[in-house]
C-alpha cells in the first residue's frame, strides 16, 4: 500500500511566523502535490512537482513555497504565515502517467493549521 | 474559468437504501473522473474512475455513471452503510495533459440508522 505521511495532524502559529509542512511517500512516485482544503470549496492546488527540484504552481500559490530535494519529500513552506492561511493541508502523490490506466491521487491525512 | 461543482451539499439517507451523489463538470474537454471519499479526520480516499469513452463502471456496491452530452457524473452507492458516512469528491482531469485534477466543493453523505 502507498503510504503518505504528514509531519503534524495538528500546528498552531503565530502570524508571521514561518511555517514548514512536510509530506514523505514510500512508494517512489515521481509527482507530488499540496492541496488547501476549505469548507465549500473542495481542494485547491497550491504547488505540484513532477521530479526532483522541480516545481509548478498550481491554482493558489500565492503566500506559499515549496521543496524538492528527495523525491519522497515535498515541503510546503509559509513565508510568513497570515489568518487566511488557517485551513487544512493535504499532500498527495501519483505515480507518472503513461502506461498507468489511472490517476489516482494517495493522500495524507492532512494538516490542520491554526494562525492566530 | 472551468470548474466542477455539486448540486447538493449535503445528502442524508437510511440505512440499506441507495445514495445517489451528483457532480456536474463544466470543462467539455475533460475526460477522465474520480470519486474520492473523505472520512473525519482523514484525507481523501480513491473509490472509482470513469474515463470518458465509457458511461458507466462498477465496482463493489458503487457505480458511476457519466453523461457527457449534460457534463453529469454520479456516484451510487448501494444498500448504504453507517461507514459510507463521508465526504465525497469529484475531480476532473484531461487524461493526456497529466495527472493534474480539479475537484468539487463535496457533498456530505449522512446515514441514519
Known amino acids: 500500500d502507498v503510504k503518505v505521511t504528514q509531519s503534524s495532524r495538528y500546528l498552531v502559529k503565530r502570524t508571521g511566523e514561518k511555517v514548514f509542512l512536510e509530506c514523505v511517500q514510500d512508494m517512489d512516485h515521481e509527482n507530488m502535490f499540496w492541496y488547501r482544503q476549505d469548507p465549500g470549496l473542495g481542494l485547491r492546488l497550491i504547488y505540484f512537482s513532477y521530479d526532483v527540484k522541480m516545481k509548478e504552481k498550481g491554482d493558489i500559490p500565492e503566500g506559499y513555497s515549496v521543496s524538492r530535494e528527495k523525491k519522497e519529500r515535498f515541503s510546503l513552506i509559509l513565508e510568513s504565515a497570515s489568518t487566511n492561511q488557517t485551513s487544512m493541508y493535504l499532500c498527495?502523490?501519483?505515480?507518472?502517467?503513461?502506461?498507468?490506466?489511472?490517476?489516482?491521487?494517495?493522500f495524507g491525512p492532512g494538516t490542520r493549521l491554526t494562525v492566530t | 474559468g472551468e470548474s466542477v461543482g455539486l448540486h447538493l451539499p449535503t445528502l442524508s439517507v437510511q440505512e440499506g437504501d441507495n445514495s445517489i451523489i451528483n457532480c456536474a463538470y463544466s470543462n467539455s474537454a475533460s475526460d477522465y473522473f474520480i470519486w474520492y471519499k473523505q472520512e473525519s479526520g482523514k484525507g481523501p480516499q480513491f473509490i472509482i474512475d470513469i474515463r470518458s469513452n465509457m458511461d458507466k463502471r462498477q465496482g463493489q456496491r458503487v457505480t458511476v455513471l457519466l453523461n457527457k452530452t449534460v457534463k453529469h457524473l454520479s456516484l451510487q452507492i448501494a444498500a448504504t452503510q453507517p461507514g459510507d458516512s463521508a465526504v465525497y469528491f469529484c475531480a476532473e482531469s484531461i487524461y493526456n495533459a497529466g495527472n493534474m485534477l480539479t475537484f468539487g466543493g463535496g457533498t456530505r453523505l449522512m446515514v441514519k440508522p
Open positions: 498527495a502523490t501519483t505515480a507518472q502517467g503513461g502506461v498507468r490506466s489511472s490517476y489516482e491521487q494517495y
